[in-house]
């Protein structure tokens, strides 16, 4: 058999390597339109610091994909730079030294904060001491009242915003919820399907956070912890492309082939079965047979270069909505923002990984600090500081379309409005992302249409977060692409059990 698959992201990297393992007499071949493997989980090298896409925990419910995250990348033993010189005291599980071994998967902690009215609050909220004297004791009491109103009269969840109010209470949501969430989507969260809701804060309630920070209080086990209530994740040594690169490699020495800068241009199909694909090669046009075909490449964009497609579906898919992204890395000598907390860092600041800035007097909607998911994406971690302002727009909008250093001008500025930082940047990286984020909106409540057009050709396998227009996390991503191999070698084409990754609330294989 010849498998053909599209896209050397996660998803269809984990197909290619979970097929040859089990087949290695069948021909795999990915093509990848960019020049590296690892898709929009890829990382970039910028004058030796190394920048992730957005920050990339690896985290997982999936017992499967966890251990091919281990077999790939094996956990540490021995601290990592940073826990060295701080004397951190931790249990490592693994037995490599990250400072002798470069592939190896670190233990993170998990630091992330919202950033309201000039101050850091814990994120997942949190109702210590410390958050109601940063909230004042009239906001507490509006938050308490709040909450407990939408407890008795629990709103039908006909978008987002009914979602976070069922669980939050208005005021809650009002200032921790909606700002952001607006400048992720450019929509205000009444105008947003509340399925996304149920797939990213999956099963968080305040009742949770509370019952959990007790249980934590008291040492209480909780083995059942939702995924964003927990305070640690696994890391790559040097970003999550490293794990991506290491994969693509096993994918070669068992005999696959992955063809760089090659974009799949048109899909030739005959009636019911994908025939042929085409994909540009350094503008040379090649044509390449297929018995199945495997895509990871955006739903969109499949129908659109695919023949005979009907024109009710086509317009359906044309209309997906996404959501694209622009990351600004800004390389500085210090922050100024006040590290209210006591965690130590090498570079004397705050230890939080990401931050969600929901101040709607700035554009940047959230703020990554590379030194504290890996000291080895900085070449001097102890410094100087390499962050990430995340800006989210959509492509060919006026934002998009501004001059880099339009860019960086904007994102220094913006840095001194919120007080993070007052000085000059000592460099800056401005990274595109185009289709970070499948929307939930517009036509997105027909895609049943183009699921079902798709269910109709037997030889197509759609996988990954925008090949199935799903908000798919890595490990999401990661089963889809084995569930697909596992199909094939069955010979079945139920692909239900691809729509359904991280649909279900407790998604099928999860232990
Ligand atoms: C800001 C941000 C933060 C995130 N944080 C996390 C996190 O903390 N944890 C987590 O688990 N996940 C996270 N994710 C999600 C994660 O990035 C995705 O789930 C994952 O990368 C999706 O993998 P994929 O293979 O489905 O798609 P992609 O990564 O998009 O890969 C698809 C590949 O297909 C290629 N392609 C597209 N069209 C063509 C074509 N015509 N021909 C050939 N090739 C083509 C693309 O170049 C790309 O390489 C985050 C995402 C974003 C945007």
Redesign the pocket.
């Known amino acids: 058999m010849k498998i053909v698959i599209?896209?050397?992201?996660?998803?269809?990297?984990?197909c290619a390597h979970h097929y040859l393992k089990n087949n290695k007499k069948d021909e795999v071949i990915l093509?990848?339109?960019?020049d590296c493997?690892?898709?929009?989980?890829?990382t970039i090298s910028y004058h030796e610091n190394k920048m992730d896409?957005?920050?990339?925990?690896?985290?997982?419910k999936n017992q499967e994909v966890l251990k091919l995250w281990f077999d790939i990348l094996p956990l540490q033993g021995k601290p990592a730079f940073d826990d060295k010189l701080l004397g951190s005291k931790k249990n490592y599980d693994g037995v490599l030294d990250p400072e002798k071994i470069d592939e190896v998967m670190l233990v993170r902690n998990r630091v992330s904060r919202i950033y309201y009215q000039k101050k850091l609050f814990d994120y997942p909220v949190n109702f210590t001491f410390h958050t109601i004297r940063k909230m004042g004791l009239i906001t507490t009491i509006k938050c308490g009242f709040s909450y407990l109103k939408a407890l008795l009269f629990k709103k039908k969840e006909k978008n987002l915003e009914d979602f976070y109010i069922n669980r939050f209470g208005k005021q809650l949501y009002e200032m921790f919820f909606k700002g952001y969430t607006a400048k992720l989507w450019g929509r205000t969260p009444s105008e947003i399907d509340s399925s996304w809701g149920s797939q990213r804060v999956k099963g968080i309630s305040i009742r949770k956070v509370l019952l959990d920070y007790y249980k934590r209080l008291f040492h209480v086990k909780n083995k059942n912890r939702e995924v964003s209530l927990t305070d640690y994740?696994y890391y790559p040594k040097y970003g999550?492309g490293e794990f991506y690169e290491e994969m693509a490699k096993r994918i070669i020495k068992m005999g696959g082939t992955i063809l760089l800068q090659?974009?799949?241009?048109k899909i030739k199909r005959d009636s019911n079965h994908i025939k042929e694909v085409v994909?540009l090669n350094q503008n040379k046009r090649h044509t390449l047979s297929c018995d199945v075909l495997v895509s990871?490449?955006?739903m969109k964009?499949?129908l659109e270069?695919m023949n005979q497609v009907p024109k009710e579906v086509l317009q359906v898919a044309k209309n997906l909505p996404y959501r694209d992204?622009i990351?600004i890395g800004v390389l500085v000598d210090h922050l100024d923002i006040k590290n209210d907390r006591n965690n130590n860092t090498i570079h004397h600041n705050i230890s939080d990984n990401w931050i969600y800035i929901q101040d709607t007097t700035v554009k940047v909607g959230?703020i990554q600090i590379f030194n504290n998911w890996s000291p080895y994406l900085v070449k001097d971690p102890i410094h100087t500081i390499w962050i990430g302002m995340?800006y989210f727009c959509n492509e060919g909008d006026s934002f998009w379309n501004l001059e880099d250093y339009q860019l960086k001008k904007i994102a220094s500025e913006e840095l001194e409005k919120i007080d993070f930082f007052h000085g000059k940047v000592m460099n800056m990286k401005v990274i595109r992302?185009k289709?970070?984020?499948p929307a939930y909106y517009d036509s997105y409540h027909n895609i049943s249409m183009v699921k079902e057009f798709i269910e109709g050709i037997s030889n197509l396998y759609c996988?990954?977060?925008?090949?199935t227009h799903s908000y798919?996390?890595?490990?999401?991503?990661?089963l889809?692409?084995m569930i697909a191999s596992h199909l094939i070698q069955t010979h079945s084409h139920d692909l239900s059990k691809l729509w359904n990754v991280n649909v279900d609330k407790t998604y099928q294989e999860e232990k």
Do not use: Q, W
């Open positions: 599209i896209g050397a992201g996660p998803a269809g990297l984990s093509l990848e339109e960019s493997v690892g898709g929009i989980s890829k896409l957005g920050g990339h925990r690896f985290f997982t994740f999550p090659s974009k799949v241009t994909y990871s490449m955006p964009d499949l270069i992204f990351t959230r995340e992302v289709k970070a984020y996988i990954g977060r925008n090949g798919n996390n890595m490990d999401h991503s990661i889809s692409g």
